[in-house]
T-cell receptor
């Protein structure tokens, strides 16, 4: 299970609260990604980063924010603006300019109290 | 925008039978097509991939075929076993520096003993 570590495994958010999901990788990968997984909807891209200090919005970025201050870290903040945050969140990484093979973390399940 | 359609959403087969999952993509510039398997409660893992310069690729009991003209690719699993039961995702990418994957909605495969 080494390579990409997500924490916590389970997270609960109170209404109006921001929460941050951690994603760390030791694969020396340049690119990192955040996906949201809902039943029957596959994996939807929230944000992705190809290099340190740079990131792009994915298909469902509203209500989320990210930072990429270090190569190995790509935290995701679920803000209070995200009205339906209950989902399974997956982080992934890949070699920049590579074959596109992405390696996933074990995920964080976020629920609203 | 870019889109990947995956069918069927659920598939039930008897152990030993074959299973076929089909995907259609919209971006004609896509040139990399991976398939991921996600067992219950676990992270997605790459099982096989194919590039646009190849029409078919096989790895033991699994194979993937690609029809670039039709923008269609399929996953074939032969001699299915109960441990093949999982959710399968197809994806498409332009490859290169972005590595951004567009995922299908997923297929839940159940292999009955």
């Amino acid at each position: 299970d080494g390579g990409i570590t997500q924490s916590p495994k389970y997270l609960f958010r109170k209404e109006g609260q921001n929460v941050t999901l951690s994603c760390e990788q030791n694969l020396n990968h340049d690119a990192m990604y955040w996906y949201r997984q809902d039943p029957g909807q596959g994996l939807r891209l929230i944000y992705y980063s190809q290099i340190v200090n740079d990131f792009q919005k994915g298909d469902i970025a509203e209500g989320y924010s990210v930072s990429r201050e270090k190569k190995e870290s790509f935290p995701l903040t679920v803000t209070s603006a995200q009205k339906n945050p209950t989902a399974f969140y997956l982080c992934a990484s890949s070699i920049r300019g590579g074959e596109g093979i992405q390696y996933f973390g074990a995920g964080t399940r976020l629920s609203v109290l | 925008g870019e889109n990947v359609e995956q069918h069927p959403s659920t598939l039930s087969v008897q152990e030993g039978d074959s299973a076929v999952i089909k995907c259609t993509y919209s971006d004609s510039a896509s040139n990399y097509f991976p398939w991921y398997k996600q067992e219950l409660g676990k992270r997605p893992q790459l099982i096989i991939d194919i590039r646009s310069n190849v029409g078919e690729k096989k790895d033991q009991r699994i194979a993937v075929t690609l029809n670039k003209t039709a923008k269609h690719f399929s996953l074939h699993i032969t001699e299915t076993q109960p441990e093949d039961s999982a959710v399968y995702f197809c994806a498409a990418s332009r490859g290169g520096n972005t590595g951004k994957l567009i995922f299908g909605q997923g297929t839940t495969l159940q292999v009955k003993p």
